[in-house]
C-alpha cells in the first residue's frame, strides 16, 4: 500500500504530465492492462503493468484504468472488485478507486466529448515519457533498493562461482540472492554467458529451446559475462561484469577488460547535464578502436575506423540506456532526435543530452561475434581495417562487458550499482 508521502509524488507526476499534454475538453484512458493468458492453457503469465499506468498510480493492479477528464483537471481511478468465484481461486485484487463497473456511467456522464486511449496517442504517450526521463525521490529510493538486491546476487557470485559450474547453476545461485534481498523478480533475463556465449550480447537460458535448454560449465581460464538485475517495485537495476574464472588473465583478456573499463569509467565521469549521450557513445567507441589498433586488431585511424563501421565489428551496440520502469526506458529519443542508421550508433537506445535525475546505464563492450567476423561481405569490406588473421585467433574469445547505472545529478554523478565490485579474476 502506497503511503501519504508517496501518493502527494505520484500526484505531483500526475500535475507535471498534465502541463505537458495539450487537451482542452477531451477524457483520456490510461489502462494498466490485462493479464497475459499462456498459449493454448488457461494458465496465466505473471502480470506487468503498463509503466505508463505504473508511473501515474503507483499501482500494479491488472485491468484498472486510470481516467482524465481534461476539463475538470480530475483524475479518477477505476479498479476491479473481485467477484466471490475469483475469491475461491485468487487472493482478491486491491479495491482501488471506484470500482470498475462504473466507468461506463462515469464516461456516460460525459458523453460527446472525445475519449482517447493513451496507448494509442503517441503524443500523449510521448508527454509521459518525457516526465518519466526525470526520477522523484520515490522512483530514486526504488531504483537504490534495486541496485542493493543486485549486490546481493554479485557478492554471492564472487565468492561462490569457480570453474567447472555451469551457466544455469550461476544463474540460480545470483537470482536467489536478489530475490532473498527484496527482488519481486529480475529485471530482464539474466544473461550467465560463459567462454564463447559472451559474443551474443543477449545470451538467455533457454533461447535455443525452451524444452531442451542448452547449458555449460565455464572453463578454468575463460570469461565468464553477467549481465543481471534485480526489479524493486517496478524499477530495474542493470548491471554487469565479466571475470576470468579460476585463473590469472591471459594477457589479452586482461588488455580488452582493462580497454572496457577505461571506457567505462571516461564515461561514467561524462554522466553530468549537458553532454550529449551520442557524442558520450562516439567517445567510448574511440576508446575501444584505441584499444583494438593497440592489440593489433585494426589499423589506420581511430575516427576513420569509427566512422568506416570498422570499431563496431567488436562493439556494435550503444554505450548504454535510461533506466527506470522498464530496462530499456520511454523517453530515449525525445521529439526530433532520429534513429540512425550508422553502424556505431544503429543501436543506440538514447539520443538526447543528459539531464539531472536521469538514469542511465554505461556499458561498453568488445566481443568477438562469429556471424560478424565470419561473414564474407564485412571480411571483404573491411580487408584493409581490420587484420583477419590476428583477429581470427581470438575467434570463440566471448566478450567483455561492464556495466552499472548512473544517476545523473547537478553534482558528481552518482554510481547506483557503484558497491558492486568489479574484480577481473573470480574463483
Ligand atoms: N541487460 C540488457 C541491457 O544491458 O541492455
Ligand atoms: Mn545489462
Ligand atoms: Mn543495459
Known amino acids: 500500500m502506497p503511503n501519504p508521502d508517496s501518493e502527494k509524488l505520484v500526484s505531483a507526476r500526475r500535475d507535471r504530465v498534465t502541463r505537458r499534454w495539450e487537451l482542452n475538453d477531451e477524457i483520456v484512458l490510461v489502462r494498466s492492462g490485462p493479464v497475459l493468458p499462456m498459449a493454448g492453457s488457461d494458465m496465466e503469465h505473471s502480470f506487468h503493468p503498463h509503466p505508463d499506468f505504473a508511473y501515474l498510480t503507483g499501482r500494479g493492479i491488472p485491468d484498472a484504468v486510470l481516467a482524465f477528464d481534461a476539463k475538470q483537471r480530475h483524475w479518477q481511478l477505476f479498479g476491479p472488485r473481485s467477484s466471490i468465484d475469483d475469491q475461491v481461486w485468487h487472493q482478491p485484487a486491491d479495491p482501488v478507486g471506484l470500482p470498475l463497473e462504473e466507468l461506463d456511467d462515469w464516461l456516460g456522464d460525459r458523453k460527446g466529448r472525445q475519449v482517447i486511449e493513451v496507448s494509442n496517442s503517441t503524443e500523449l504517450q510521448a508527454g509521459i515519457g518525457e516526465e518519466r526521463v526525470r526520477k522523484d525521490e520515490l522512483e530514486l529510493t526504488a531504483l537504490r533498493s534495486a541496485a542493493a538486491a543486485t549486490k546481493a546476487g554479485f557478492d554471492w557470485l564472487y565468492n561462490t562461482v569457480s570453474a567447472g559450474m555451469t551457466e544455469r547453476e550461476i544463474q ?62 517496478g524499477y530495474a537495476s542493470d548491471v554487469t561484469r565479466t571475470m576470468v574464472v579460476g585463473a590469472e588473465p591471459s594477457d589479452v583478456q586482461a588488455f580488452l577488460w582493462q580497454v572496457v573499463l577505461s571506457a567505462q569509467e571516461l564515461a561514467i565521469d561524462r554522466c553530468r547535464p549537458g553532454q550529449e549521450w551520442r557524442e558520450i557513445h562516439m567517445d567510448s567507441a574511440r576508446v575501444i578502436g584505441s584499444g583494438l589498433m593497440e592489440l593489433g586488431l585494426l589499423r589506420g585511424e581511430v575516427d576513420q575506423l569509427v566512422s568506416s563501421g570498422a570499431v563496431a565489428l567488436f562493439y556494435p551496440h550503444g554505450l548504454g540506456h535510461l533506466i527506470g520502469l522498464t530496462v530499456h526506458d520511454a523517453g530515449g529519443y525525445p521529439s526530433g532526435r532520429e534513429r540512425s542508421s550508422h553502424p556505431q550508433s544503429r543501436y543506440l537506445r538514447t539520443d538526447r543530452p543528459l539531464e539531472a535525475g536521469m538514469i542511465t546505464s554505461v556499458e561498453p563492450g ?44 547537478n553534482d558528481e554523478p552518482e554510481v547506483l550499482s557503484g558497491a558492486i565490485g568489479k574484480p577481473v579474476r573470480i574463483g
Open 366 to 409: 568488445v566481443y568477438f561475434i562469429d556471424a560478424l567476423l565470419g561473414d564474407p561481405a564485412l571480411r571483404e569490406q573491411f580487408s584493409e581495417e581490420v587484420v583477419w588473421q590476428e583477429v581470427d585467433s581470438l575467434r570463440g574469445f566471448g566478450g567483455i562487458r561492464i556495466e552499472d547505472d548512473i544517476h545523473v545529478t
Open 172 to 233: 540460480v545461485g545470483i537470482e536467489a540472492e536478489f530475490f532473498r534481498a527484496g527482488a519481486v523478480r529480475t529485471a530482464y533475463p539474466s544473461i550467465v554467458a560463459s567462454g564463447p556465449n559472451g559474443a551474443f550480447l543477449h545470451y538467455f537460458y533457454g533461447q535455443d529451446d525452451s524444452l531442451n535448454p542448452a547449458t555449460r560449465a565455464v572453463l578454468q581460464g575463460e570469461l565468464l559475462l553477467i549481465d543481471a538485475g534485480g526489479e524493486f517495485s
